[in-house]
């Protein structure tokens, strides 16, 4: 979220930090706002409107209830942006363009770039997605259409079609008059980029700006085009494209349809769009709430959550069907009832320790066959080390609490089982899963569970019941 300034602030250089150090918006502002809605000032909602950024006017959305978020729209009317369409969360954006007029919605969506209207129209009904591409020029029209044929997460849905290129036989010279004497509706609203393409719009290398504008006009593009140079395929996974820029630096790349021709780029910010998003879905599925948003309602978060608590349930379940094996000698000795929650609970944490390491080593394309063992190997060393230091409290807390030093043994030796198995368990499984393509941060939570607590209620009441009886 980015916070803009608000009425208060508008006498302070921006150069200067402000002094709560916080990128939100002020709830002062937010009343002013809604006061303004209140009694129909639109003269003043639009001034208090003016200095927000598109991602404030979008949080501020989120965060009112829908009748005010109604009567807001309505009100700032022909002033809306298109955007803050864009900055929208999913689960609101077809609320926000129902209550949009054609003619405001015309207008936001026209200066738009056209990567920007693929990502608001995909996810929308078929009556709103037409709402939105009716109100676009024939060609945009067109441009959009053609992304929207392209698989769903693929580059073909990330990328612009609005690219700046220029034949491998140009100089400095003809490459800057041709950006002068551009329309301005010829060239992007930012670039970063010039494509360097060949007679069949191959693309053979990029020239950012900044080392254009230092060149003599004589010199020729391909003298100056960069050293690190990628080209995306246009049904490559947007997942792989975002690793891509990540893992080289990338501004931006030209991405090429089946036979290696230029259709379209794909800049930074998409990318790393894309990146977040990828993040934040492997965090939501690891806890098991899946997509969603603070905006959704109750029954369609109790949905989601649902299936998840029922898996959760079933290992549950299994585990008590473990402790059901030894109610002999949980009857006999108490203190079983009371310590064996430890282990499972230690075991547990361990086994999310390891499992939320390889997810994320997964995502990042640094956990492969090549290392894989040498992971694994750590995982579970690090489970022994650790298991060996909480057996030594555990058995001190056995002698000391219950007096009896076997069972300090017991739970000391149940300890580094189940934390060796938690590391072992935290890391094969998610590698099992993704090599039968299955998402690990998806599945893997169960699993590790379910073995954890198993494992660690058997071993220590197994050893209990050989032990102490």
């Known amino acids: 979220m980015v916070r803009h300034m608000s009425m208060d602030d508008v006498n302070q250089s921006p150069s200067e930090p402000r002094d709560d150090g916080a990128y939100t918006l002020d709830r002062k502002d937010i009343s002013a706002i809604l006061y303004a809605v209140e009694i129909e000032d639109k003269a003043k909602l639009t001034q208090l409107m003016d200095p927000l950024h598109a991602a404030d006017i979008a949080d501020l959305l989120e965060q009112i209830n829908a009748f005010d978020r109604s009567r807001l729209i309505r009100l700032y009317d022909r002033d809306f942006d298109g955007e803050i369409l864009s900055e929208l969360d999913d689960s609101i954006r077809e609320e926000v363009i129902a209550v949009l007029t054609p003619q405001v919605l015309a207008e936001a969506v026209r200066d738009l770039d056209s990567d920007d209207v693929v990502d608001l129209v995909e996810d929308l009904d078929e009556p709103q997605q037409e709402a939105i591409l009716d109100a676009l020029e024939d060609v945009d029209r067109a441009a959009v259409e053609q992304s929207l044929s392209y698989p769903e997460f693929s580059a073909g849905r990330l990328m612009q079609r609005e690219v700046v290129m220029a034949p491998e036989h140009w100089n400095v010279g003809e490459a800057i008059d041709h950006l002068r004497n551009a329309k301005e509706d010829d060239l992007p609203d930012q670039f970063y980029h010039i494509v360097v393409v060949d ?33 995306i395929p246009v049904d490559q996974d947007e997942g792989d494209v975002a690793y891509a820029f990540n893992q080289y630096h990338l501004i931006s790349a030209p991405v090429v349809d089946s036979e290696g021709r230029l259709i379209g780029i794909i800049t930074i910010d998409d990318a790393m769009a894309v990146l977040d998003e990828e993040h934040e879905e492997d965090i939501l599925r690891l806890a098991g709430v899946g997509e969603g948003s603070l905006s959704d ?28 094996q030894f109610e002999a ?77 076997a069972l300090g043994y017991v739970i000391a030796a149940a300890m580094v089982v189940n934390m060796v198995v938690a590391g072992l368990a ?44």
Not at 202 to 224: A, F, Q, Y
Not at 379 to 393: C, K, P, R, S, T
């Open 329 to 405: 000698a949980i009857t006999q000795i108490v203190a079983l009832a009371v310590l064996m929650p430890i282990v499972a609970s230690m075991g547990g944490n361990a086994g999310t320790q390891s499992l939320t390491v390889a997810v994320r080593a997964i995502a990042t394309k640094d956990l492969t066959g090549a290392n894989v063992w040498r992971v694994i190997r750590r995982e579970v060393m690090v489970g022994l080390v650790n298991g060996l230091i909480f057996a030594v409290v555990m058995g001190i807390v056995g002698v000391v609490w219950f007096g009896s030093p």
């Open 297 to 324: 309602r109750v029954i369609d978060t109790t949905k989601r959550r649902m299936p998840w608590l029922a898996v959760n349930l079933a290992t549950s379940i299994a585990a008590s069907m473990v402790i059901a």
């Open 426 to 469: 935290g890391t094969v499984i998610p590698v099992i899963l993704e090599r039968v393509g299955v998402d690990p941060a998806l599945a893997s939570g169960a699993f590790v569970t379910t073995v954890t607590d198993v494992v660690g209620f058997f071993a220590f009441l197994g050893l209990a019941a050989m032990v102490l009886l």
């Open 199 to 231: 007679p069949r719009l191959h693309p053979v290398g990029n020239v950012t700006l900044g080392k254009l504008m230092r060149s003599r006009r004589e010199v020729k593009l391909t003298d100056i085009i960069e050293d690190v140079f990628q080209v």
